[in-house]
C-alpha cells in the first residue's frame, strides 16, 4: 500500500536524532577548507560531565594554595616547627651564665694580727620642726633650724662694745645697741647663720644701708641686723633665703657713722638687743 506523500494524515517519516552542526575550523588549507562530517551529538554531554568533575579538585586545590600563603605570611617560623620531633634550645630560654664567680680572699701574712671590727650604734632623730614667724611685709616666714654659726667679718678688730659709752658724735647714742667691727672698707659682710631677709634697704636713715635677717637657732627665733654698709652693695632681698657665711653687702659708711666699719646688732623675739659679741663667742661653730 502506498501511504499519502502530503497533508496532515500523510503517514509518518521516519524520526531521525537531530545532530548540531559542527563549527567549521579555521582553513589552513585548501583539504581543510572542505566540510567536516558533524559530531554527534553525544559527545557535548561527555565533555560538561568531565569539566563537572573537574570543579571540586580545583577548588580544593586553591583553597590549599590559599591557606598555604596565608600559614606563610602571617605564622612565625618557631611556630611551624614546633612539631620538630628533634630537641632544639628555645630562642626564648635565658641564656646559661658561663661565668663563674668566686669570692674573694685576701692572704695576710702571719705577722700581721687581726682584730674585729666594732659596729657603733646609731641614733636616728627626727629633725626639728621650724619655727613660723609673722614678719611685717612678708607674711608668715618658715624659719629651718640653723646648724652653724659663723662670724660676719674677720673678729680681730672691733672699735666699739656693747652697752654704755660716750657719744662718739653728735646724735649718737650714750648706749650702744650693737658691736663694731673694723674689717677695713669694702670687706664683705656675710649671714651669721641660715635665715631669711626681713629687710634690705638703702633708706635706713642713722643706719644707713643695711640688712636684717632671721634665723631659727636653737629653736629659738634671733635676729641679725647689719648697718652702715656700702651704696649699691646690697647681695640680697627682702623674702630671700640665705645660708651661713652667704655675702650680705659689704662694709661702708653710711648714715650715721664717723668711719667705715660694721654694726651688728642682734635681738631676739622680744625685740630686745643683747651684746653679739660674747653670743657669737660661745655659739660660732666655723
Given at each position: 500500500m502506498n501511504?499519502?506523500?502530503h497533508g496532515r494524515r500523510a503517514a509518518g517519516r521516519p524520526r531521525y536524532r537531530r545532530t548540531a552542526p559542527a563549527r567549521p575550523a579555521a582553513p589552513t588549507s585548501p583539504e581543510a577548507s572542505q566540510p567536516t562530517t558533524a559530531?554527534?551529538?553525544?559527545?557535548?554531554?561527555?565533555?560538561?560531565r568531565?569539566?563537572?568533575a573537574l570543579r571540586p579538585v580545583m577548588t580544593i586545590g586553591a583553597m590549599t594554595f590559599a591557606g598555604g600563603m596565608l600559614l606563610s605570611t602571617s605564622v612565625p617560623a618557631?611556630?611551624?616547627?614546633?612539631?620538630?620531633?628533634?630537641a632544639r634550645a628555645s630562642v626564648y630560654a635565658p641564656?646559661?651564665?658561663s661565668i663563674s664567680l668566686r669570692s674573694q680572699t685576701l692572704d695576710v701574712g702571719s705577722e700581721v694580727a687581726l682584730e674585729p671590727i666594732e659596729v657603733g650604734d646609731w641614733d636616728v632623730e627626727a629633725a626639728p620642726p621650724p619655727i613660723e614667724s609673722s614678719v611685717a611685709g612678708l607674711g608668715d616666714v618658715s624659719l629651718l633650724q640653723a646648724?652653724?654659726?659663723?662670724?660676719?667679718?674677720?673678729?680681730?678688730?672691733?672699735?666699739s662694745g656693747f652697752g654704755p659709752r660716750i657719744a662718739p658724735c653728735a646724735g649718737c647714742s650714750t648706749f650702744h645697741d650693737g658691736i663694731d667691727f673694723n674689717p677695713g672698707v669694702g670687706a664683705t659682710i656675710g649671714s651669721i647663720a641660715d635665715g631669711v631677709v626681713i629687710t634690705a634697704t638703702e633708706a635706713g636713715g642713722g643706719l644707713g644701708v643695711y640688712v636684717e635677717v632671721q634665723h631659727n637657732i636653737g629653736?629659738?627665733?634671733i635676729?641679725?641686723?647689719y648697718a652702715h654698709m656700702q651704696y649699691g652693695s646690697l647681695a640680697v632681698a627682702p623674702g630671700q633665703r640665705v645660708t651661713a657665711g652667704q655675702a650680705l653687702g659689704a662694709v661702708g659708711t653710711t648714715g650715721q657713722s664717723t668711719g667705715p666699719h660694721l654694726h651688728l646688732e642682734m635681738y631676739g623675739a622680744d625685740g630686745v638687743r643683747f651684746d653679739g659679741m660674747s653670743w657669737l663667742s660661745s655659739h660660732v661653730t666655723g
Open positions: 501511504l499519502p506523500q559530531q554527534p551529538a553525544t559527545v557535548r554531554p561527555a565533555r560538561r568531565a569539566a563537572a618557631l611556630a611551624v616547627t614546633a612539631t620538630d620531633t628533634v641564656a646559661e651564665d646648724d652653724r654659726v659663723v662670724w660676719p667679718v674677720d673678729p680681730s678688730r672691733t672699735a629653736g629659738a627665733v635676729t641679725s641686723l
